[in-house]
């Protein structure tokens, strides 16, 4: 007797062939054989992903970096072999002649590659072995700059002190320093030494004054004393003047003295930047891979030393375990995250404030990361294991009090049996997707929601090979851009917004793909298409699929006029679910002969599909309805039967596909399965 089986959503993403059988775990059921091109949506439909629309084609290959200082001023920074360019969503930045804004880099596209960024408000702090720590700095729209870091003095030392006053047998020597405006202060002045009254026996009327030369940028200056040579201490501070009188001040040693020494000496950059309780963290030298520096709360550029040690004082920190694992990133959530190649670990506090005294470092997983910067998901750490196949996570667990991790790709691990993890990046917006490049070129697509336990993961291509991928923030959804290498020329592109429903005659699925918008004024002839020369080309116009064309000269010529155009690459969405089993009285279906003759699909806004028992054999699924001549199907809400003809076989899958460019949102699938 027939039975009408059910796939309520896509949730479970492409599963391994390794759990062909394994009908016992629920994301079977969830599960597809195949998701090409689909994006899983967090509440269980499968929809095919949008296509990419041209920014610019690049100078060369580049790898992609966000900037993000608010959602209004968010960028793609695009870094080439020594060379740097700014994209919006909406392309290019242009300098003020209307050319491509282009500067010079001083990062080679290798470097580029393993860059190290982290960003505090117009300036992303860069790091990467073989050079100094960075700082590129934005200054306008069009006006970016990069700065080396230094870590000597803010500001020089007064050249002159020297102290007069009232005699006595106890040496003095007092100092001074400048401080600027952003309260950074100088080193200690030389010594100005004068013999005066011993503390214990001052006079009235007993003072020795102190005057020392100007600082330009000083806004205030600060007083130490010392005698008999001991350390100095704090005894003033002076904002208005060049001078101060003592009359037997005592000093404080609470308050630290900075000395400024580069920490590292030789070139030995370190190649890991990022921040942690309001300091600046440098870390993994060549030299030193597992040292970590702080910078002084709240000045980022202050690595100095002080003494006494004070609370807010720079530290520096070497992890010690049994082997030696390079730092490869770092993340904060509660407490800082770092990944190294052979384990990760928790840096944090023992009690109160994070200071040189409390600091705490203790594993947390034995796994090791690849030299891929970490995500942060909502309040978890996803990284890259070593072996660049596999995505795992780290989450705090409250009963340990420690982070523990899994490995996410467990159920798609022949996704990246073959193929390495060379980049990724997190769409927020709107499916939650962490976006994976391949080596090979294929772009991976992981919706995750851990709160929901939705993992699932999809696969996509195009014609071409994914490089790069990095995405900024925007109001209505986050914008993907992707570098795409296409017939040995690198392009940047961004993935065009997603399809909601009513008019899809705008909505773009075709990639490389340009927009002819002429309202009012139907056009047959477009030009400006040399980047797909000799290729064909899919059209959709004023939301028809016209028949695809061969670009000539940068041109193609339509059959009919029309107004709204898209043009550009086509590609192909494909769905198969797991082999469609059920359980019964009779016992499991798996192994035994079973047919399936129709299938009720629950389509939403959907306009053109395909479907079958097997990509080779399909049935094209009516959708138009009383649509005139020349007008595209009306978009389609609701359950469609299709008649699918086959044989009995011991495994039976149902097939979707989508080969032209209109959209397509399956959310659930009802097969008449008869068990031979």
Partial sequence: MPTLTLQPAFTGGELSPSLTARVDIAKYAQGCRTLRNFRVQPHGGATKRPGFLLLDALPGPAALIKFSFNIEQSYCLVFGEKWMEVFTPEG?????????????????????RRLSAAQSGDVLFLAVHGSPPTKLMRYGHADWRFEAMTFQTPLPAPATVSATGSSGPTPYRYFVTAVDDRNRESELSAPAAINGPASNNWQEGDSITITWSAVPGAVEYRIYKSDYGARPGYINVIVDGLSFTD?????????????????????????????????????????????????????????????????????????ASSEVSALVWARTLRTLILGATGMEWEVKSSQGAFTAKTAQVSPQSYVGSAEIPALIVGNTVLHVARNHAQVRDLMYDFGSDSYRGSDQTIFASHLFEEFKITAWTYQQHPDSIIWVVREDGALMGLTYQAEHQIIAWHRHDTQGRFKDVCA?????????????????????????????????????????????????????????????????????????????????????????????????????????????????????????????????????????????????RLETIKWRTDEPHGQGPRPFSGLKNVVVPGLAEPQVSVCLRSDEPTPLTVLALMARLDVK
């Fill in 92 to 112: 290019p930045v242009l300098d003020g002649g209307g050319l491509v804004y282009h500067i010079a880099s001083p990062y080679t596209l290798a470097q580029a």
């Fill in 247 to 319: 009359r037997n001040n005592s000093p404080s040693f609470a308050e630290g003295v900075p000395t400024y020494d580069d920490p590292f000496l030789n070139n030995d950059w370190p190649g890991l930047v990022g921040f942690y309780e309001q300091r600046l963290l440098l870390a993994s030298t060549p030299n030193r891979p597992q040292t970590i520096w702080l910078s002084k709360s709240g000045d980022y550029g202050n690595f100095a030393r002080y003494v006494p040690l004070v609370d807010d004082a720079p530290l520096e920190l070497t992890i």
């Fill in 472 to 616: 900024i923030p925007d109001r209505r959804e986050d914008v993907l851009f992707a570098e795409v290498e296409r017939d040995g020329v690198y392009y940047l592109e961004v993935l065009a917004p997603t399809y909601t429903g009513g008019d899809y005659s705008r909505a773009v699925f075709l990639d490389c793909a340009l927009v002819y918008d002429q309202p009012g004024q139907p056009v047959t002839l477009l030009s400006g298409l040399g980047h797909l020369e000799g290729q064909t080309v899919g059209i959709l116009a004023d939301g028809a699929v016209h028949p695809p064309q061969e670009i000539k000269n940068g041109e193609i010529v339509l059959q009919y006029p029309a107004e709204v155009i898209i043009v550009g690459l086509e590609y192909v969405a494909d769905l198969e679910t797991m082999p469609v089993e059920v359980a019964s009285q009779q016992g499991a279906s798996v192994g035994r002969k079973k047919q399936i003759n129709e299938v009720n699909f629950l389509f939403r806004e959907t306009v053109g599909a395909k479907a079958g028992l097997s990509f080779d």
